[in-house]
Every structure is written in structure tokens, then in C-alpha cells.
């Protein structure tokens, strides 16, 4: 392999793009929403019929409770994180559901992953340290993807320090 060829310290040996998980689509949400809606327009009117008019506003209000905390959840879920390891630095890079981002670059040569862990639960936060300064990570992930995540990165971190 000649010179011009050769992997640069800086090239990312390993890549991983943390983002929370939802698991209501966009088709399901609009089809629950549809039958919530259905349903508290029948309801409705049913207490309506009887003559509890006051019922009816209250059922249309739960519809728009349940709407507005799914939208929160939707926005939550466009935050992310993107990790990188080379052989000389290892960069994090926090995106919020606003779109303000936080970078943090490490050597990873002198970074340590810690790991909290609950025996029943598996690990509970995970987090990078080094140069002063502590970094939580994939605080957002369900206890699998932590697990996957953290052997992963543990293995990357292993890698950038034995080259």
C-alpha cells in the first residue's frame, strides 16, 4: 500500500448514530388518534343524548391532551447523538429536539466509558470521561440498545488505544 493510500489517523474506525425509539409511526399515530376521535365524538354524544351536556367539551379535551403529549413525544425523539472514534480522537456530538448542538472532543487514549449497571435491570447510565470533564451518553436508549451499544464502544475504545 503506498502513502497516498493509507488510512489517516483522524478516518473514524467507528461510527454509531444514537437516536431514541418510538414505536407508534406516523400511520399508527394518526390512526389512533382517528379512533380516539371516533370514539369520544360517539361517547359524547351518548352523555349529550342523556342531557349531560357538560360531559361533551370534556371528551374532546381528552382528544387534545392525548394529541399534544404524542407531539411531545415525536419532538423529544428527533434528538440524537453521533459518536466517532479514530485512533486519535473520539468525538460526540449532541443534537437536541431544537436543533442546538454540543460537540465534545476526547483523546481516546485517555478516555474511560464508565457504565452504571442494576442486576436486574442491566445498565441504567453510561457515560465518557477524560480531560477534565464527564459526558452522559445514550441516556435516551432502551436497556438493549445500551447493551449493544456499550460492547460496541467498548470494543472501539479498545481498538483506538492498542493501534
Sequence with gaps: ???????????????AELMPYRSL????????????????????????????????GFFGL???????????????????EEVAVSRTQLDIRKIAPSGRTE????NPFWTRFSV????????TAMRVEGQGKTVPIGGF???DDRE????AFNRALATAKAR
Excluded at 460537540?103 to 476526547?106: A, K, L, N, Q
Design 116 to 123: 452504571a449497571r442494576h442486576e436486574l435491570i442491566g445498565i
Design 25 to 56: 409511526g406516523p400511520k399508527g399515530f394518526r390512526v389512533l388518534m382517528g379512533v380516539m376521535f371516533v370514539a369520544s365524538v360517539i361517547a359524547g354524544f351518548a352523555f349529550l343524548s342523556i342531557g349531560a351536556w357538560p360531559i361533551f
Design 103 to 106: 460537540e465534545h472532543r476526547f
Design 1 to 15: 500500500m503506498d502513502e497516498t493510500n493509507a488510512p489517516s489517523a483522524d478516518e473514524p474506525f467507528f461510527r
Design 148 to 151: 449493544t451499544f456499550a460492547a
Design 141 to 143: 436508549l432502551n436497556p
Design 62 to 80: 381528552d382528544v387534545l391532551l392525548l394529541y399534544g403529549a404524542f407531539k411531545l413525544s415525536y419532538r423529544s425523539g428527533r434528538a440524537r
